[in-house]
């Protein structure tokens, strides 16, 4: 099973609200990322846990806040986002983070700012 | 961020064609996956490769990790309708202490029945 799951599959906020998107595997993987995809681009790195602790944070703006409850959920919380932040949001997931990995993707979050 | 370059960045072919597609860098990478992703949905890992010079078959699609570590091919032959969507190459490498996959700009396939 290499299945990693995301919800909502679609959220629109406005930009005084708070909202959290939710990932989860469990395929025993140690390490979780999130990604922000927008059209026609690839995938943009935002965040990498590892064993449930931090351990890249690609300057991303504190209107973005990850958190790793437990090896097969991580979370990502939006607060005052603008509508530039619009896009398809990822996770994946992987063995670890220590080279030759594989990393499996979600299907996404697409999220829309007014 | 940093991005691989991946060429060609569109392609239409006819159904039954083969198709090529490659990424390449400045920089030395320990992994190659390729992935395909649909509209609107997450991107699907097809092939992962760990050795330079390694060639790895999945059904109709063969991958090569290039032998200089700083590139990779994906083709994929006899194409049918169902190959249409983006594929993308992400090589890991080794920054500050930390791995991570960079992604190719992907090459947007279309193939006509």
């Known amino acids: 099973d290499t299945e990693v799951t995301q919800t909502p599959k679609h959220l629109v906020m406005g930009m005084t609200n708070k909202k959290s998107l939710k990932c989860e595997q469990h395929m025993g993987h140690r390490a979780m990322y999130w990604y922000k995809q927008k059209a026609k681009k690839p995938p943009e790195l935002m965040f990498v846990?590892?064993?449930?602790?931090?351990?890249i944070n690609e300057s991303v703006p504190s209107r973005f806040s990850p958190e790793c409850p437990n090896s097969s959920l991580l979370n990502l919380h939006l607060h005052a986002l603008q509508p530039e932040d619009s896009a398809l949001y990822l996770c994946?997931?992987?063995?670890?983070?220590?080279?030759?990995?594989?990393?499996?993707f979600g299907p996404g979050t697409r999220l829309t700012v007014t | 961020g940093q991005q691989l370059n991946q060429s060609p960045q569109s392609m239409f072919i006819q159904e039954g064609e083969d198709v090529s597609m490659n990424c390449t860098s400045s920089s030395i990478f320990n992994t190659w996956l390729w992935y395909k992703q649909d509209p609107g949905e997450g991107p699907v890992l097809l092939i992962a490769?760990?050795?330079?010079?390694e060639l790895t078959s999945n059904g109709r699609l063969t991958a090569q990790f290039g032998i200089t570590r700083k590139d990779s091919f994906l083709n994929i032959s006899a194409s049918i309708p169902s190959d249409v969507g983006i594929y993308f190459c992400a090589g890991q490498l080794l920054t500050s202490g930390t791995y991570k996959y960079i992604f190719g700009t992907g090459t947007r396939l279309k193939v006509l029945a």
């Open positions: 846990y590892s064993y449930e602790k931090l351990s």
């Open positions: 490769l760990y050795k330079a010079g």
């Open positions: 994946a997931s992987s063995q670890g983070t220590g080279g030759f990995y594989e990393q499996y």
